[in-house]
Nanobody
Framework: QVQVVESGGGLVQAGGSLRLSCAPSGSIFTIRVMGWYRQAPGKQRELVAIITDVGLTNYADSVKGRFTISRDNAKNTIYLQLNSLKPEDTAVYYC???????????WGQGTQVTVSS
């Protein structure tokens, strides 16, 4: 059974940086898409950034130029570098791993990112 393990959240002041990491544990052979989503209190979960197996990326408009998603294929690990953080970036960040395009994929438990003003 695949589990998704996230790390790297925390409390940071506005303008600061964090790096999130995500990797699967258990048997997994092919990863097509890995991505980060976030959910703020009282809001729906939204896409932050995704990266495909061939390195294509897509970002939410609200994070373009501030966040960077990257992938280490040898480790099946993705990273999300969060720079110039704003209080509105405060949310629980979830990692999602898809083994086939278009599937719902596997979700992690989430990691809290809190940005103080």
């Amino acid at each position: 059974q695949v589990q998704v393990v996230e790390s790297g959240g925390g409390l940071v002041q506005a303008g600061g940086s964090l790096r999130l990491s995500c990797a699967p544990s258990g048997s997994i052979f092919t990863i097509r898409v890995m991505g980060w989503y976030r959910q703020a209190p009282g809001k729906q979960r939204e896409l932050v950034a995704i990266i495909t197996d061939v390195g294509l990326t897509n970002y939410a408009d609200s994070v373009k130029g501030r966040f960077t998603i990257s992938r280490d294929n040898a480790k099946n690990t993705i990273y999300l570098q969060l720079n110039s953080l704003k209080p509105e970036d405060t949310a629980v960040y979830y990692c999602n791993i898809k083994t086939t395009y278009g599937s719902s994929g596997y979700w992690g438990q989430g990691t809290q990112v809190t940005v103080s003003s």
